[in-house]
Each structure stands twice: as structure tokens, then as C-alpha cells.
């Protein structure tokens, strides 16, 4: 898999995600949170446009060290050529960031000065 850094330093990643039901379908970029340990953080207005099913609450520990319980929903992403069920966070923010979860057993490799990105 292959992507880019963009003129302002972000790692990116093209992602393909579903609704579980098939109803809805999006292609979008992705960032690098590799201080995230989930699996993806959605914007909620991607989750609302997709429809995605609510799923478990999870408790989750902030960059400032304060918990809180967030509410997950169900998505099928496309994971190295396969539909992989996962576990998807909504926020308030504007960017989806991918994280360490799906890295897992992958190697990330960012050349900054190329503005190129591989997970492997």
C-alpha cells in the first residue's frame, strides 16, 4: 500500500470504507496518527453520510491523560485487498486518522524528503 506527504508534513493514505449493509460507500484520504492506538477516527459527518451502526462504547485515554467514553460504529474497510470489519471513532474534527491498530504487524515506512509513504 502507498501514499504521500502533503506540502504541510501529513503522511496520507487512500482508504475505502463501507457501511457493514453495503447501502453506502466512500474513498478518502487518510492521515498517520501514530499516537492514536485505535483502529480510525472519522469526522461524524463521514459517519452520518455513510450510516454507519452504532456499536460498543470504549473507554479511551486522551493526549492529556483525562478518560472518557466514546461512542464506536461499525465499518468495513478495505485492508490490504480484503473487507475487514473494524470498529470506527466519530469526532468533531475534519480529517480521518488512521492508527497504530491497523499498522500492527505492518511496517510504515515515510520518506519525508521523497513525500512518499508505504505500509508493507
Known amino acids: 500500500?502507498?501514499?504521500?506527504?502533503?506540502?504541510?508534513?501529513?503522511?496520507?493514505?487512500?482508504?475505502?470504507?463501507k457501511n457493514p449493509t453495503g447501502a453506502?460507500?466512500?474513498?478518502?484520504?487518510a492521515w498517520?496518527?501514530?499516537g492514536f492506538t485505535g483502529e480510525l477516527v472519522l469526522p461524524r459527518q463521514q459517519v452520518t453520510s455513510l450510516g454507519l451502526p452504532l456499536g460498543p462504547t470504549v473507554r479511551a485515554r486522551l493526549?492529556?491523560?483525562?478518560?472518557?467514553?466514546l461512542d464506536t460504529y461499525t465499518c468495513l474497510l478495505e485492508w490490504f485487498d480484503e473487507w475487514r470489519r473494524?470498529?470506527?471513532?466519530?469526532?468533531?474534527?475534519?480529517?480521518?486518522l488512521l492508527g497504530v491498530g491497523l499498522l500492527l504487524d505492518h511496517v510504515l515506512h515515510i520518506d519525508?524528503?521523497?513525500k512518499?509513504?508505504?505500509?508493507g
Request: charged share 20%; net charge negative.
Open 1 to 17: 500500500m502507498t501514499g504521500s506527504v502533503d506540502e504541510s508534513g501529513r503522511a496520507l493514505v487512500r482508504i475505502q470504507l
Open 24 to 29: 453506502t460507500e466512500a474513498e478518502l484520504d
Open 32 to 34: 498517520i496518527d501514530t
Open 63 to 69: 493526549a492529556n491523560g483525562s478518560d472518557m467514553q
Open 86 to 96: 473494524i470498529e470506527v471513532v466519530a469526532n468533531q474534527g475534519q480529517h480521518p
Open 112 to 114: 519525508y524528503r521523497a
Open 116 to 119: 512518499t509513504l508505504t505500509v
